[in-house]
């Protein structure tokens, strides 16, 4: 069974660091793309930031470019979001999703876990 | 960057009744399509991708059409637990985003 368990989210005051988590199982985590995809509360869905299955291909959404870095590490099953000088607008639950096609990295999302959330308040 | 819009914005209807959502791309984005749903507290499901091809574990009463810029999703009965928010996706282009939804209430 394929879960991913999203970690890290909380409280913090504008212009801080946050760095998220995402643990993954149940399927070969190197052989999927990874993204981040973000939900602001009662808003739609963005998506935020994805990684190719070796890191050589990374993408980000242009609200977060140059503060926002996504990283994995496949020895570890895991997925990272290093969120630096966060504002107000970065407020919301944050997912990790899979890639749906092992050989596309811009694609769907098949799995989804059940977010971490961020609040950026003073 | 390709905006993709979703009507209507909400759809009231009743069990059982048949529910056409739409999507629309603002330049082509071919078959590159995908349906999601979500319902309060959860995470988004997929639904649907390439434009009509259901995911592992759909049931038969979703199904998905369309190519090019105008795409439909559609539900032939809803049930109960189908009362949800509906979102498209595309993968034409970089980045691979969402719709702003189309919520499917009980009438």
């Known amino acids: 069974e394929v879960q991913l368990v999203e970690s890290g989210g909380g409280l913090v005051q504008p212009g801080r660091s946050l760095r998220l988590s995402c643990a993954a199982s149940g399927f070969t985590f190197d052989d999927y793309a990874m993204h981040w995809v973000r939900q602001a509360p009662g808003k739609g869905l963005e998506w935020v930031s994805g990684i190719s299955w070796n890191s050589g291909s990374i993408g980000y959404a242009d609200s977060v470019k140059g503060r926002f870095t996504i990283s994995r590490d496949n020895a570890k099953n895991s997925l990272y979001l290093q969120m630096n000088s966060l504002r107000a607008e970065d407020t919301a639950l944050y997912y990790c999703a899979k890639g749906h096609d092992p050989n596309n990295w811009n694609d769907y999302f098949d799995y989804w876990g059940q977010g971490t959330l961020v609040t950026v308040s003073s | 960057e390709i905006v993709l819009t979703q009507s209507p914005a909400t759809l009231s209807l009743s069990p059982g009744e048949r529910a056409t959502l739409s999507c629309r791309a603002s330049?082509?984005?071919?078959?590159?399509l995908a349906w999601y749903q979500q319902k309060p507290g959860q995470a988004p499901r997929l639904l649907i991708y390439?434009?009509?091809n259901r995911a592992t574990g759909i049931p038969a009463r979703f199904s998905g059409s369309g190519s090019g810029t105008d795409f439909t999703l559609t539900i032939s009965s809803l049930e109960p637990e189908d009362f949800a928010v509906y979102y498209c996706?595309?993968?034409?282009?970089?980045?691979?985003?969402f719709g702003p939804g189309t919520k499917v209430d009980i009438k």
């Open positions: 996706q595309q993968r034409s282009n970089w980045p691979p985003d």
């Open positions: 390439d434009a009509s």
């Open positions: 330049q082509s984005v071919s078959s590159y």
